[in-house]
């Protein structure tokens, strides 16, 4: 089928239109390259740039490609940044969202899949986490994120467009092309390879006094390539509503930090600093509903393949996109 992949410059974007493409998919990325990378666009896709934020270019690339479907991707995704400059998260994410959906309510798209989060659940009332738990988030950018899902559900209940929220745990690893080249980085596992590189010093872990098997936080971690076979799968007719995407597994900070350093040979120093504020002891998903209702089968949940992936394309790309 055609589909116009937003935000397909990114880093699970771009992976997602790698797949698309190995499976005969016709697509169309539209990004505006603010955050994310030419170089990473697959170049079997046909690239349109625009910005989701001015209604024309969505409503313009919509019309004129009349894709089957839309995957959306394109959002600010920085925790700590929303809290401390919040508006242009409600203007992009949210604002973004909902030209998106307009241009799609014109053209007579009739399919969205929406990159969602587990952090519109905010702390969770029990793990592992399923799609029935209350959403209540605790940061500018998970509200942003759920104000999306208000829109689309709208679209859905008012003008029969099939919504479907993949509530991500946390997205890691690479393809051999495609890979986490954020900047700056904020995520632990290409941290910690930082180190590993000669880009920082070491590695800081902020608490060790949680209730966990060694003190330090639990998180789902899940490998960009079964991430994008959700989205692949979404694709479907008849599907919509929340699924949330994990391996079911979490691991602590530490021994994240220990397959990094088994993976790469270095010794990765790391140091203990206070707790951050926001950081929930543990997040790992139930990811049933994903699992019989998409047929989803993850394939690369160990964390050792899972670091060694991302370890491969960060010493292929020691500058990211940017050489």
């Not at 839309?70 to 909902?98: C, D, Q, T």
């Not at 592992?128 to 500018?140: I, N, T, Y």
């Not at 010794?267 to 543990?282: V, W």
């Amino acid at each position: 089928m055609k589909v116009l992949v937003a935000g397909g410059a990114g880093y699970i974007g771009s992976v997602t239109t790698q797949m698309l493409c190995d499976e005969g998919h016709d697509v169309v990325v539209f990004d505006n390259l603010e955050r994310g990378h030419k170089p990473a666009v697959d170049p079997r896709a046909k690239f349109i740039q625009g910005d989701l934020r001015h209604k024309e270019d969505i409503k313009g690339a919509l019309l004129a490609e009349r894709p089957e479907a839309v995957i959306h991707f394109a959002a600010y995704i920085e925790v700590g940044e929303s809290m401390v400059n919040p508006m242009p998260f409600y203007e992009n994410n949210v604002s973004g969202s909902l030209n998106l959906m307009s241009g799609m309510v014109e053209s007579g798209c009739k399919k969205l899949i929406f990159s969602s989060t587990c952090a519109t659940y905010g702390t969770p009332e029990r793990i592992p986490m399923d799609e029935s738990l209350p959403q209540k988030p605790e940061s500018v950018y998970g509200d942003s994120k759920l104000l999306c899902e208000h829109i689309f559900q709208s679209g859905q209940d008012i003008h029969g467009i099939e919504c479907v929220f993949l509530r991500y745990f946390n997205a890691c690893g690479a393809t051999e092309e495609y890979g986490e080249g954020h900047n700056p980085e904020s995520h632990l596992i290409p941290l910690v390879l930082q180190v590993a590189q000669g880009k920082r010093e070491k590695i800081f872990m902020f608490g060790d006094d949680y209730e966990t098997r060694d003190g330090t936080c639990v998180r789902d971690y899940i490998h960009i390539k079964d991430l994008a076979q959700a989205h692949i799968l979404a694709l479907k007719p008849g599907i919509s509503g929340p699924f949330n995407l994990g391996n079911g597994d979490g691991y602590t900070v530490k021994e994240v930090i220990e397959v990094c350093r088994e993976v790469t040979g270095h010794a990765i120093p790391a140091d203990i600093e206070p707790r951050r504020a926001g950081d929930c002891t543990a997040l790992v998903a139930d990811s049933t509903k994903a699992r019989t209702v998409l047929g989803w089968d993850p394939q690369h949940a160990d964390l050792k393949e899972i670091v060694q992936s991302a370890w491969n394309w960060h010493r292929t790309h020691p500058n990211g996109y940017e050489e």
